[in-house]
C-alpha cells in the first residue's frame, strides 16, 4: 500500500535531464503532423472516389434500365406491328373470298392486340420518351424524331 509521504525511487534514462531542447522534439512533431495530413488526405480521396464510383455506378443502372424500357417497347412495337401485318392478310383474303362468292361469309380471322393496348394504355409514354432523351446524344437525330412523332 502506497502511503502519502512514501519515497519512490526509480531508475532509468529520463527525457530533458539535461535541459528542453527544440531540435530534439521538431522532428518528432514534424513527423507526426506529416503522417497525420499523408492518413487524412487518404481518407478523403478515398471517401470522395467512393461517392464519384457511385454516382457513375448509379448513373449506369439508370441508363441499363432506360435501355431496357426501350427494348421492351421495341419488342411489343415489332409483336404490334407483325399482328397487324397478319390481321390485314386476313382481312385482304376475307375480301378476295368475298369478291370471288358472294353468297358463302367467309370467316373473319382475328388476332389479340394485347401488345397494342399495352403500347397505347398501360405504358407510361412520358418516362419511355425521357428514355428515347437520355439514349440520343445527337441533337439532329432527336429533333428528327421529334419532328416525326
Known amino acids: 500500500m502506497i502511503f502519502l509521504f512514501d519515497i519512490i525511487f526509480q531508475s532509468g534514462e529520463f ?11 521538431i522532428p518528432d512533431v514534424v513527423g507526426n503532423l506529416i503522417g497525420g ?3 487524412a488526405g487518404s481518407a478523403i480521396w478515398l471517401y470522395y472516389r467512393s461517392i464519384k464510383k457511385d454516382k457513375e455506378k448509379e448513373i449506369e443502372v439508370q441508363l441499363e434500365f432506360e435501355k431496357n424500357k426501350l427494348r421492351y417497347l421495341q419488342h411489343l412495337i415489332g409483336r404490334s406491328i407483325s399482328t ?11 375480301i378476295q373470298t368475298i369478291e370471288e362468292d358472294n353468297i358463302t361469309f367467309p370467316e373473319l380471322i382475328s388476332a389479340p392486340l394485347h401488345d397494342l ?11 419511355h420518351y425521357h428514355s ?9 437525330v432527336l429533333l428528327l424524331i421529334i419532328n416525326i412523332l
Open 37 to 39: 495530413f499523408i492518413g
Open 132 to 140: 428515347y432523351l437520355n439514349q440520343l446524344k445527337n441533337r439532329l
Open 117 to 127: 393496348e399495352r403500347i397505347v394504355h398501360r405504358i407510361n409514354q412520358e418516362e
Open 84 to 94: 397487324i401485318e397478319h390481321l390485314i392478310k386476313g382481312l385482304d383474303k376475307f
Open 15 to 25: 527525457y530533458s535531464e539535461t535541459g528542453f531542447s527544440w531540435t530534439e522534439i
